[in-house]
């Protein structure tokens, strides 16, 4: 829903600046989720179903409501804007180190 096309502006300007459009479609009914064809009936502005831009020619990534799904889907998003897969366990290691050396130098 979009009665003054402020959305359908923030995305076209996004789309002219080459900034990457993460298209993502909630599943579940009562966070908001509908059938996909209920975009394409009057509620995507027809601008922004044409050249240059193309809006759905993007996969749309499903939202699932499931906790397990949903942390897949939103890994899915990430990468789609351009995230790259990291070593968790590496990362949690360094951020022990930081904090460990940081209550040290409180201490000195």
């Known amino acids: 829903y979009d009665p003054d096309g402020t959305v359908a502006w923030l995305v076209q300007a996004a789309m002219d600046r080459k900034i990457t459009i993460a298209?993502?479609?909630?599943?579940?009914?009562?966070?908001?989720?509908?059938?996909?064809?209920?975009?394409?009936q009057g509620q995507t502005p027809q601008v922004l179903l044409q050249p240059p831009y193309n809006l759905y020619n993007?996969?749309?990534?499903?939202?699932?409501?499931s906790p397990e799904h949903r942390k897949v889907s939103l890994r899915h998003v990430l990468r789609?804007?351009?995230?790259?897969p990291?070593?968790?366990?590496l990362l949690r290691r360094k951020l022990q180190q930081l904090n460990h050396f940081m209550?040290?130098?409180?201490l000195v």
């Open 23 to 40: 298209m993502v479609h909630e599943q579940t009914p009562n966070l908001g989720g509908c059938a996909f064809s209920t975009f394409f």
């Open 58 to 65: 993007a996969l749309a990534i499903p939202l699932y409501g």
């Open 80 to 84: 789609r804007m351009g995230a790259a």
């Open 86 to 89: 990291c070593d968790a366990g």
């Open 103 to 106: 209550s040290v130098a409180r």
